[in-house]
């Protein structure tokens, strides 16, 4: 489910460093997620679970960079979900 080798947060920071100059850190992303309607919140929490479900290899950058995904993964559920509450 990775597209070109880069995964979700990957694929965020690249697109805001070309908009902003910088990369966006992963709250950031996760802020941003907010802003999502309900269907595009669902259709990326499941292509997010397609990338998590893949390989993952035991160099420290890989289990790193897994870690992340799990935390954002996380928070963007929690926001989901509190959305999801406020009929939003």
């Not at 992963?26 to 941003?32: L, P």
């Not at 897994?66 to 999801?84: D, F, I, N, P, S």
Request: aromatic share 4%; with cysteine.
């Amino acid at each position: 489910m990775v597209e070109n080798g880069r995964d979700l947060i990957e694929r965020a920071e690249s697109a805001s460093e070309k908009l902003y100059g910088e990369p966006a850190p992963v709250g950031e992303i996760a802020d941003n997620f907010v802003l999502y309607g309900p269907k595009k919140r669902v259709a990326a929490l499941e292509k997010f679970d397609g990338e998590l479900r893949g390989e993952i290899d035991s160099s420290p950058h890989s289990l790193r960079r897994r870690a992340q995904l799990m935390e954002l993964r996380r928070k963007m559920a929690g926001v989901h979900q509190a959305l999801c509450k406020a009929r939003r």
